[in-house]
T-cell receptor, first 114, second 120 residues
Framework: AQTVTQSQPEMSVQEAETVTLSCTYDTSENNYYLFWYKQPPSRQMILVIRQEAYKQQNATENRFSVNFQKAAKSFSLKISDSQLGDTAMYFCALPQGGSEKLVFGKGTKLTVNP | GAVVSQHPSWVICKSGTSVKIECRSLDFQATTMFWYRQFPKQSLMLMATSNEGSKATYEQGVEKDKFLINHASLTLSTLTVTSAHPEDSSFYIC????????????????FGPGTRLTVL
């Protein structure tokens, strides 16, 4: 069964600095997608970034980038130039067993301090 | 584009009553919608997969007679919490998959803003 582990329940960072959130996962699939979602205090889930496992190049979306290590089954999220609006829960997610049901990690609460 | 709405955003009901939550895809058609439950400070737990024109598929441990799901059209799925009790109080989130995304790409899920249910 697919599992997603986020080992950092809470993190904080100063505005304009860089922070990395970790995620490890387990899957028996060879080709799959991985996702980072953001849930701000409004609780609206927002897709931050997506990585396709067969692509070696790490995905990047503006200030957000990932470090995808397929062999290690690691998928960390780096946020550069942190902004106050980045304060949110961040969830790592993986489709379940070839389906499109998502399995979420427990989340990391990120606080960006002014 | 790709907007999903939920109604109501917040509902309070008495124990024993039933509550219906609507999930609508506003600018795309969704053959599949997903219903999640989120307890305070916890992650999202998938409850069921709602398929247009067919019966919903429930995750293990989710009572199908308790949480009735109807997906009557390509833009609307409803979740009815029957005979609600205080332990059903939670945040319920739906997501919808755009059926018209191209082949070979993951059909991204778009999330609704959630519904907070409080059962007294």
């Amino acid at each position: 069964a697919q599992t997603v582990t986020q080992s950092q329940p809470e993190m904080s960072v100063q505005e304009a600095e860089t922070v990395t959130l970790s995620c490890t996962y387990d899957t028996s699939e060879n080709n799959y997608y991985l996702f980072w979602y953001k849930q701000p205090p409004s609780r609206q889930m927002i897709l931050v970034i997506r990585q396709e496992a067969y692509k070696q190049q790490n995905a990047t979306e503006n200030r957000f980038s990932v470090n995808f290590q397929k062999a290690a089954k690691s998928f960390s999220l780096k946020i550069s130039d942190s902004q106050l609006g980045d304060t949110a829960m961040y969830f790592c997610a993986l489709p379940q067993g070839g389906s499109e049901k998502l399995v979420f990690g427990k989340g990391t609460k990120l606080t960006v301090n002014p | 584009g790709a907007v999903v709405s939920q109604h109501p955003s917040w509902v309070i009901c008495k124990s024993g009553t039933s509550v219906k939550i609507e999930c609508r895809s506003l600018d795309f058609q969704a053959t599949t919608m997903f219903w999640y439950r989120q307890f305070p400070k916890q992650s999202l737990m998938l409850m069921a997969t709602s398929n247009e024109g067919s019966k919903a598929t429930y995750e293990q441990g989710v009572e199908k007679d308790k949480f009735l799901i109807n997906h009557a059209s390509l833009t609307l799925s409803t979740l009815t919490v029957t005979s609600a009790h205080p332990e059903d109080s939670s945040f319920y989130i739906c997501s919808a998959r755009d059926r018209d995304r191209g082949r070979g790409s993951y059909n991204e899920q778009f999330f609704g803003p959630g519904t907070r249910l409080t059962v007294l």
